[in-house]
């Protein structure tokens, strides 16, 4: 069983840049590839990024390619996520979670419903 535990998030102004990071126990972090989603009030959890269990592939967005980044280092059993460029639409709950499948692909990778585990989520709140 993995338990993930997000952190990092905040109040920052439109252009300001905040660092997620998602810590993992009890299982092998490495096996996994790690997601974050994120969910506006009434609104469904959406894709944001996803990386592979080397890091050898990462996947976004459309509306969050050139502004943020995710990374992993399985050392240290964390996952990140650099937003920088913030806008007040990027506010809500960001989840981090663990996918099975080391390289998902299709709606493997994007489907929130396929992946496993899930962490507590962060809020990110960007003010015009």
């Known amino acids: 069983q993995v338990q993930l535990v997000e952190s990092g998030g905040g109040l920052v102004q439109a252009g300001g840049s905040l660092r997620l990071s998602c810590a993992a126990s009890g299982g092998v972090l490495s096996r996994y590839a790690m997601g974050w989603f994120h969910q506006a009030p009434g609104k469904e959890r959406e894709f944001v990024a996803a990386i592979t269990w080397s890091g050898g592939g990462t996947y976004y967005a459309d509306s969050v390619k050139g502004r943020f980044t995710i990374s992993r280092d399985n050392a240290k059993k964390t996952v990140y996520l650099q937003m920088n460029s913030l806008k007040p639409e990027d506010t809500a709950v960001y989840y981090c979670?663990?996918?099975?499948?080391?390289?998902?692909?299709?709606?493997?990778?994007?489907?929130?419903?396929?992946?496993?585990?899930w962490g507590q989520g962060t809020q990110v709140t960007v003010s015009s």
């Open positions: 979670a663990a996918n099975r499948v080391g390289v998902p692909s299709g709606s493997r990778l994007y489907n929130w419903r396929e992946y496993d585990y």
